[in-house]
């Protein structure tokens, strides 16, 4: 801390000097240092994500009175963010968002390799637009009940929460996130580093998802969200036993149209003297606004193999000739 004071003394006053002579105003909150959103005199609503450009390699004592007439001087800028730490120091990095998406592209063509020091270039490119964190190493005995409370205390801007028994630690589970924004989920994965949120051991890690374990997740089976239990009864796909390939098919297509894993619930509805059963079936596709149900029939000599299993091979079998047909 008094290291990071005395090599920063010029900087602040040179900042606040700065402020004080433009009159622009900097709101600092969550550990991110923020300039407009909109700026003054700005008409309309926010421009479109595609006109953020994410900013690495920043010499740790420079700051908005430096960065913000370098960066606007290709284009106007309709917000700057610059991440902070707690010593008064950015963490290296920061977020400028254009008035337009030329604007954006002129910032990166002009400012990547950009030299801010010598021997120090920039790297500036387009903002990924993030919005999905995978927490690692969550205690096993951990129920999704809890997490969703913890993070609604501690972060905003969350959609979505799935839990999964985790691919490399025993007694451990992982857990999908998913915020409204990338702004959302940078602050979210800055509050979940650094807080003591008892959710874990000391192995619980936060990373973006990436887009290989995305897909492995679609086809594990996995536990839905609270807004997917149908007043206590469970949704979520056990990992069938009958055919699997079908079922892989069907939650392979629905992630390959940016779908989550289908959610099934079944019910013997009749019984014939036969020893024949038919079955409902309703399938919930989150991303799709419609629910899928049907029925099917079900010999209830299956050479042990589960009467509800085969009844959600009918389903999959239903959903793909629906997907196959409208998407």
Known sequence: QMWANRINE???????A????????????????????????????????????????????????TLIPLFESVGKLYEFRLMMTFS??????????????????????TFHGFPMR????????RSTQKRELVVHGLAASLSLQELE????????????????????????????????????????KKALVEGNLGLGGAGMRVDWLDTQ????????????????????????VPRPALRPSLLEHLNLLCWRQRLRTPLVVTKCVHVNPDGWKRFWYKVVIPGCHVPISGFTWVSQDRQGQSEHDEAKVAAALHILRVLGESL
Request: glycine share 8%; charged share 20%.
């Open 118 to 125: 010598k021997g120090w270039p920039l790297v500036v490119c």
């Open 213 to 236: 374990l995305k897909q492995k997740l679609q086809l594990w089976e996995e536990e839905p969200s609270s807004s997917w239990m149908d007043r206590g009864k469970s949704l979520a």
């Open 88 to 109: 008064g120091l950015n963490r290296g990095f920061a977020y400028a968002r254009y008035a337009s998406p030329q604007d954006a592209r002129a910032a990166i063509a």
């Open 10 to 16: 010029a900087s602040k006053m040179a900042l606040l």
């Open 149 to 188: 409370a913890t993070l609604q205390m501690v972060t905003e801007g969350v959609l979505s929460v799935t839990v999964h028994a985790s691919p490399c630690q025993r007694q451990a589970k992982l857990a999908v996130l998913k915020y409204r924004s990338h702004e959302a989920a940078a602050l979210a």
């Open 18 to 65: 700065w402020e004080k002579e433009t009159g622009i105003e900097l709101v600092q909150i969550n550990g991110q240092r923020r300039y407009g959103g909109p700026p003054p005199g700005w008409v309309g609503g926010p421009p479109p994500a595609s006109t953020e450009v994410f900013i690495s390699r920043l010499p740790q004592d420079i700051y908005e009175n």
